[in-house]
């Protein structure tokens, strides 16, 4: 007969940590490392209604009508679950168009997915009417099947949503091998810290640009600026034993480039800013955010991806000088405690990245 304490035992209720009616958690695939190369499908896209321009007639580039564009994604693996990521890199006429945000998908073996055409409408966030062209670009550590599906239907009667189809198509993409962006991106943009240049100058007498800008030792800096733990401020020229002599008034460009691995996501950058007297901030050819002071810093953080570009981008700082009453001359400067971050964001081969182009000047204009 079992004693008192076994029955005890048998007989307690088990707990559970969720309802029967709640299924248990699936397990998450988790990315522990990440491949050297990846496999890349670029899928031509044409979708929405092209537009009837009657001053093209006779050198049209498609006929008037609605296209549509439906991919279709395979993971032909027998035992393999594969997430890949996808994005619309646009092509408009006669300039590079918008590149799109990565998103992700996950296939299980043997399963299909489709991406259509207002999908990358909605990514875009235009009507699904719009005319789009330009590739789906889809990257993978694993081989997929990938087939496009093109139709072509004739302009809409009156009263009527769609023409009938006219013309179909199905095309397999093949795939190329790429080097992957595998590895995170950290910079330290401070000043004082990493190399800035001095790329444009408007002022009496006039500076010679590009150049290097100088770094002013803590010992030389006007008595009247803070300092900032991490950066040291630059300036428009320098003397011996006088790293920051007066300047007419006047606006200064200092700028500092960097390369991002056309794989990259969540790019942010974080600035701390000190200046003499003000600055308009630019990433590539957008106005980002000001600042002004040197007394207390200003805090401007970027993180919408759409100002990031593949390749290289530059950071720009239009110092303006003022025009002081009774002062033809007097100091400006710049100081910043900035950090780029970017996942997969550095590129697998600095020979190819180099900063080829860095002293282009983005803002095209100083006033």
Known sequence: MPS?????????PIESAASPSTPPPIPVPMDRSRPCQELQYATKLVSGL????????????????????AIN?????TCKTVTFRWKFAEASPGRPGQITRFLHLTLRPDEAIEIEGYMVAQLLDVSPNDFLKGFVVIESPCPLDVVAVYA????????????KIVAFHTERVPERRIASCRDDLKLDLSTGVTEWTLVDATSTPPIAVPRPANVVEPADQ???????????????????????????PGFFTFQRCFTLCSGFENARLDLSI?????????????????AAGFTSPVSVSIADQRLFLPGLNCLSFVVQNYDVEDEPQNPTGLNVVGSLTAERGDC?????CSDCGAETVYPHTTT
């Open 348 to 352: 697998p081969d600095c020979g190819c």
């Open 73 to 77: 994604i395979h993971n032909p693996a």
């Open 274 to 290: 000190l200046v003499d007297n003000q600055a308009t901030i630019w990433l590539n050819n957008t106005v980002v955010g000001s």
């Open 222 to 248: 006007n008595a009247s600026w803070s300092s900032q733990p991490g950066a040291k401020w630059i300036s428009v020229r320098g003397v011996a034993h006088d790293l920051n002599p007066p300047i007419g």
């Open 152 to 163: 072509v239907g004739e302009e809409a009667q009156r009263g009527q949503p769609a023409g």
């Open 50 to 69: 092209a537009p009837r321009d009657p001053a093209a007639i006779g050198r049209e580039i498609l006929a008037p009508g609605r296209y549509y564009t």
């Open 4 to 12: 008192q304490r076994e029955k005890t035992k048998s007989t307690k």
